[in-house]
């Protein structure tokens, strides 16, 4: 497993979600902003629609800095987040984030060994995402 805290990120700090926002431009590729008991607090910009997956054995929590995500669940039904809005997809629930175009940013809280597919690897698969 990564080292979770390396010596940038060992001291107490303010962190601009707006300025760490505009330090990338790809689509659904997470990046690490902290770590906190053994959790990643990552961010992403996302546009479109990503894959269907589900995390096994891993909850992954949700929070919408900029813009709508809808995240599509089993059976048709779906979850709309405004700005602000948090969601926790409990372990082991397929699920599918996706914006209608637009761009979104997104604030998540998962543990490390979770990959941003799930399961599934593919060329969406980020399995060693960026300090940021």
Sequence with gaps: MKQLLDKEHVNPSVIKLSDKFELFTQQWTP??????????????KVSGEFVWHKHEGQDELFLVVKGKL?????ENESISLNEGDITVI???????????GEEVWILMIEP???LNTGQHMNEMSISNPDWI
């Design 31 to 44: 990046k690490i902003l902290a770590s906190c008991n053994n959790q990643l607090v990552k961010i992403a």
């Design 70 to 74: 809808t995240i599509d669940l089993p």
């Design 112 to 114: 490390p060994e979770t």
């Design 90 to 100: 409990p372990k082991g629930m397929e699920h599918r984030p996706r914006t209608e």
